[in-house]
Each structure stands twice: as C-alpha cells, then as structure tokens.
C-alpha cells in the first residue's frame, strides 16, 4: 500500500512537471495563428491579436475602440519582459444546463407562491408550468452568454 502510493506521488510530480515544461515553450507561442486573440502579460496585462513572434520579441495588435472612432496599434514586447501570454478562447456554455437549473428554479418557486385556489391549478401542475417557463428562459440565458477562458500558453 505504501509503495503504491509513493508510485502516484512521484507520476503527479512528474506529470505537474511536464505541464509546466511545455507552458514554458516560447515555440508555442511562435506557433500561435496570426490574428489570435491574447493577453500579453508583462508588468501590465494587455488584450490584443496575435501578429507573429520572434526569438526575441512578440507583436500584436492592440485596438482601442471608441464610440465614434476606433485606433490601432502594432505593440512589440520583449521576451524577457513577458511573464505570460495566453490565448483567449470564447466557448459556448451548454444550454441544456441552463435550462436544468432554470426548470428546477421555475418549478420550485412557482409550486411554493401559486395557491390552487387563486389559479385552478393543483401544486404539480404549478410547478409543471414553473419548470417549462424557467427551462426555456434558463436555455436561453445560457445559450446567449457566452464565456472566455484563457489558455496559457507560454509563462515564465
């Protein structure tokens, strides 16, 4: 028993020290699409798209968008100076827990409120009612939301 947890101890260290080896990689970042959504982080953090990366610097876009007027510029970073850069990646969240969670929030609260006297309704049927209404508009909510997730890909 002792052994085999010793054998898990040393392949989580081993497989953490790997990950970390290839987060590390300044090719992965060299190998990025150009027009790539990033987040440049040196002393500051900056958004920008992804233009090309050399042995010394990386240059991106960065667009600054104004109500009436929108600017860009072409920024160069200095290898040395960046600490991490990660790529911006917009996922869709499942709708299909939106509308879980929606139907089970529409159910519950509206078999608590609605009296059968005042609707005609009996508690089941409520709360059948309840859970369509909070299935569709928890979809709906979730599908229209989309959210970022970063993925390192080089840090230092």
């Known amino acids: 028993m002792r052994k085999a947890f010793i054998l898990v101890v040393l392949a989580v260290a081993f497989f953490a020290s790997a990950a970390h080896a290839q987060v590390g990689d300044w090719h992965q970042v060299q190998k990025l699409p150009a027009g790539a959504p990033i987040t ?25 968008r104004g109500r ?4 860009s510029r072409q920024m160069a970073f200095d290898r040395r100076r960046v600490q991490q850069v990660s790529l911006d990646i917009m996922r869709e969240r499942n709708g299909a827990i939106g509308a879980a969670v929606g139907a089970g ?17 009996s508690r089941g049927g409520s709360a059948l009612l309840g859970g369509a209404f909070g299935g569709l508009v928890g ?14 890909v080089y840090q230092r």
Do not use: W
Not at 112 to 117: F, L, N, T, W
Not at 139 to 152: D, L
């Open 105 to 121: 929030v529409g159910a519950a609260s509206l078999a608590a409120v609605d009296k059968p006297q005042d609707s005609g309704y």
């Open 139 to 152: 979809y709906v909510i979730a599908k229209g939301t989309p959210r970022m997730e970063h993925k390192v």
């Open 68 to 71: 009436f007027l929108s600017t």
């Open 40 to 64: 440049v982080q040196t002393r500051n953090r900056l958004d920008c798209r992804f233009e090309h990366a050399t042995d010394e610097k990386l240059f991106c876009e960065f667009v600054l």
